[in-house]
């Protein structure tokens, strides 16, 4: 997709993110600024843009850019935010977290993941987010206290080590099972 094509998709994905009622601008200009081509495959770069999840590699899917824009207006982030993001993936969400907070420390458990993820962030030229290969509910507490924690993913029920390294009035963003096992966002 040639640069003009891909500025168009962007202003499009942007409209429909607005009509869909995100409103936090910050979120908008942050979604604007991070190239989501550059964090897919590349047979999918022509479809990057659209406001669907896609998929990446070792089985994993990165999340469509609406659902990370309601996140993180839910997550209420301000520049000098501290914030750990489980489950980094391509890093593109890990990338648009780093245009709204002062810090991202983010983990992924897979190693492939983490290592393309880093490289893609090193060549935006990123350097307030870090991704580190490993689980992030192994020990959070030894990187310290965190205003924002966001996770990627379901879990049984906020997990006691990410409360722990919370600091005093930080949220977690995270999904549980409701009562049909449907996700639910906490």
Known sequence: MNEAKAVEARGALLLALRQAGVRDVDVLRAIETVQREIFVPFTLR???????????????????????????????????????????????????LSRLASEVVSFERYRALAHEARARLERLGIVNAAIHFADGLAEPERFGRFDRIIVHARLAAP????????????????ALPDEAGEGEIC
């Open 159 to 174: 997990d006691a080590r990410l409360l722990g390294a919370l600091a005093a009035g930080g949220l977690l963003l995270c």
């Open 46 to 96: 022509d479809i990057a843009q659209r406001d669907c999840p896609l998929p990446i590699a070792c089985g994993q899917t990165m999340e469509a850019p609406g659902v990370l824009a309601r996140m993180l207006e839910a997550l209420q982030l301000e520049p000098g935010h501290r914030v750990m993001e489980i489950g980094a993936g391509s890093g593109y969400s890990t990338a648009v």
